[in-house]
């Protein structure tokens, strides 16, 4: 019933305990969970996982952390053939983030820009990762816009306004744990924006929501953000799941 559309579950953080997770998901019911890769190793390390689990599928990607150079050419050809392997769902996660002093600005709006056509050539939704950066994340997208460009905004931190301008570009907002922290201004565009542009993550194992925040978040938490925009829009729990899982399943073609 639940969704985690943005979730690290084949990184290293849960080698120790994995199964355990997987099994948690289950009693949870969560019943769709994307990983996404952040460069050609976590995207091959996703594919196998996705590849063991019915309800798990992969995005390949290009994170703008590991982007401090031009992109060689074979990594992109690489992340292509990456990408038409079966579980693959989407193209991410992409985008830019110019939170830290030594970011490569330049280079990862290249990058951003090559795999934005990936997803476009491929016809698959683009997981994006926006930080400190909307106003070149939103004009990329605004040029590089094209009747099947789509996709999420994973990690959703702008306000309604921004919010707005992402779905008329085509793109749905996924919310993560953050949503559930006293000072988090995400409540507001929740309350603002139709629930069928949203999406439910965890970021995993990142971002844990209210009551386990500060530990290692896990996937099964996803069900506490759901509970949250259930209660700001006012629906019945199962309803709000509902909706957003169809949103998630039309998005990213699952069956
Ligand atoms: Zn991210
Ligand atoms: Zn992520």
Redesign the pocket.
Known sequence: MFVDV?CHLSFPDFDNDRQEVIGRLKEQNISLLIDPGTDTRTSKRSIELSSLHDFIYSTVGL?PHDVTKAVPEETLSELESLAALPKVVGIG?I?LDYHYRDHCATSQMEAFRAMLRLAKKLDLPAVI?S?DAWKDTLRIIREEKSSNLRGIM??FSGNTEIALECIRLGFKLSIPGTLTYKKSTLPAVVHDIEIGDLLTET?APYLSPVPFRGKRNEPSHVRFVTEKIAEIKQLPLNAAAGIIKRTALELFAVA
Do not use: K, S, T
């Open positions: 943005h994170h996660e985008g990762h930080r994973h990690c970021d």
